[in-house]
């Protein structure tokens, strides 16, 4: 069983930028391809980014690209996500997901889900 723990969350104005982490409990966490998720209001959950087990692959969804990094520490038991340059369309709830494939993005692939933190991008 994997526990998943996201923070990081909160307010920011459009051009800044926010840090999450999501905290995994799990004896191996090296073993999980990790992602981000996220869900506006109205809308279906969507790809943000991923990572392999190893961190040694990313890839990102094309409305992020260039803005968002995700990383992985495996000492710590974390994945992170640097969001930059924030727009208004950012806002959601980001959601953190363990798989235990070596590199997944699709929803289907991720048996583990964060209870989510709300990121809201407004003036």
């Known amino acids: 069983q994997v526990q998943l723990v996201e923070s990081g969350g909160g307010l920011v104005q459009p051009g800044g930028s926010l840090r999450l982490s999501c905290a995994a409990s799990?004896?191996?966490?090296?073993?999980?391809?990790m992602a981000w998720f996220r869900q506006a209001p109205g809308k279906e959950r969507e790809f943000v980014a991923a990572?392999?087990?190893?961190?040694?692959?990313?890839s990102y969804a094309d409305s992020v690209k260039g803005r968002f990094t995700i990383s992985r520490d495996n000492a710590k038991n974390t994945v992170y996500l640097q969001m930059n340059s924030l727009k208004p369309e950012d806002t959601a709830v980001y959601y953190c997901?363990?798989?235990?494939?070596?590199?997944?993005?699709?929803?289907?692939?991720?048996?583990?889900w964060g209870q989510g933190t709300q990121v809201t991008v407004s003036s």
């Open positions: 990572i392999s087990r190893n961190g040694g692959s990313t």
């Open positions: 997901a363990a798989s235990g494939k070596v590199r997944a993005r699709r929803r289907d692939e991720f048996s583990y």
């Open positions: 799990v004896r191996t966490f090296s073993i999980y391809a």
